[in-house]
């Protein structure tokens, strides 16, 4: 966060050429924001702020939150999501008192994000846009920023344990059906494949995400 406060300056020549001072949160105005999807999450500690001589505001506070965000898994294992994440203040109106606005372009943010971003899970992170609006609640207007996120699932997990070993299962099926063996070979086998079939299911019903309107496509079938 960055902000300015003209009344908050001084010359360094005058105090031995000290241009910043680190101050506690609560010694200056700071701006209240609040994460509209938040629903839970650590407060930071470094409750600290940096003064710049020309009344410059920076303060750097890293969050941990976990948000809200809906799913469309309907394409699952090859799925992309998009979440939203909100930054907002209620307590000002954004036309005569509190505006926000990014610093960095989307593109400088992407960079940025992709570096932070050192664990090689299962998502990928592939896009981020920026959104600037006025939120009109009780006719007033409100400054709000959206941070959009765009991320890939990585599918080569799901393909080996769930589709490559489901592909083989109705292979074999189809290739016992119409085979030159005995009708009770036959039986045996299905018996196996369905067995196998079910412990499949049981695998991914346990893998399958569960908070989508659609059901995926490789669940339906």
């Given at each position: 966060?960055?902000?300015?406060?003209?009344?908050?300056?001084?010359?360094?020549?005058?105090?031995?050429?000290?241009?910043e001072i680190v101050l506690p949160m609560d010694t200056y105005w700071s701006p209240p924001i609040f994460i509209l999807e938040r629903v839970n999450g650590q407060n930071p500690?470094?409750?600290?702020?940096?003064?710049?001589?020309?009344?410059?505001?920076?303060?750097?506070?890293?969050?941990?939150?976990?948000?809200?965000c809906s799913l469309i898994i309907l394409k699952f294992p090859f799925d992309t999501q998009t979440c939203n994440l909100s930054i907002a203040?209620?307590?000002?109106?954004?036309?005569?008192?509190?505006?926000?606005t990014t610093r960095r372009t989307p593109a400088e943010m992407m960079?940025?994000?992709?570096s932070y971003f050192l664990t090689d899970g299962e998502w990928k992170f592939t896009n981020l846009s920026i959104i600037e609006y006025t939120e009109i609640m009780d006719d007033k207007g409100f400054s709000v920023v959206t941070y959009v996120i765009s991320m890939k699932r990585r599918p080569t997990l799901y393909?080996?344990?769930?589709?490559?070993?489901?592909?083989?299962?109705?292979?074999?099926?189809?290739?016992?059906?119409?085979g030159p063996?005995?009708?009770?070979?036959?039986?045996?086998?299905?018996?196996?494949?369905?067995?196998?079939?079910s412990m499949l299911a049981v695998i991914l019903n346990n893998s399958l995400p569960t908070s989508s309107n659609k059901p995926p496509i490789i669940g339906t079938h």
């Open positions: 966060q960055e902000w300015q406060n003209p009344f908050a300056t001084w010359d360094p020549q005058d105090f031995c050429n000290i241009s500690e470094l409750n600290y702020m940096v003064l710049m001589h020309n009344g410059s505001f920076n303060s750097t506070r890293p969050f941990q939150v976990t948000l809200t203040s209620f307590l000002y109106p954004a036309v005569t008192d509190f505006v926000m960079k940025d994000s992709q393909i080996l344990n769930l589709i490559l070993p489901t592909c083989a299962l109705y292979l074999l099926d189809m290739a016992v059906l119409f063996s005995s009708l009770e070979e036959k039986i045996n086998f299905q018996i196996a494949i369905i067995l196998g079939s």
